[in-house]
């Protein structure tokens, strides 16, 4: 899945994701700190959820 922004795109890795994450995503994309910016974030892994892998790219 590929959301898009202002300044950049995410690229996600998963389909279990839920819809708070996905706005976070979104708003990282249209910040313009992230214009040119290559990001990678680990995912994150709790009891209640599984990982969830992000790549924000330009």
């Known amino acids: 899945m590929i959301v898009s ?3 950049t795109s995410a690229e ?3 389909d279990n994701i839920e819809e708070a994450a ?3 995503i979104k708003e990282q994309c ?3 700190a992230f214009e ?3 990001i990678v974030q ?3 892994y709790t009891q209640e ?3 969830t ?3 924000l790219t330009k």
């Open 5 to 7: 922004g202002l300044h």
């Open 12 to 14: 996600v890795f998963t």
């Open 22 to 24: 996905l706005q976070w």
């Open 30 to 32: 249209d910040h313009p």
């Open 36 to 38: 040119g910016v290559r």
């Open 42 to 44: 680990m995912p994150m």
């Open 49 to 51: 959820t599984r990982a």
């Open 53 to 55: 892998s992000v790549r």
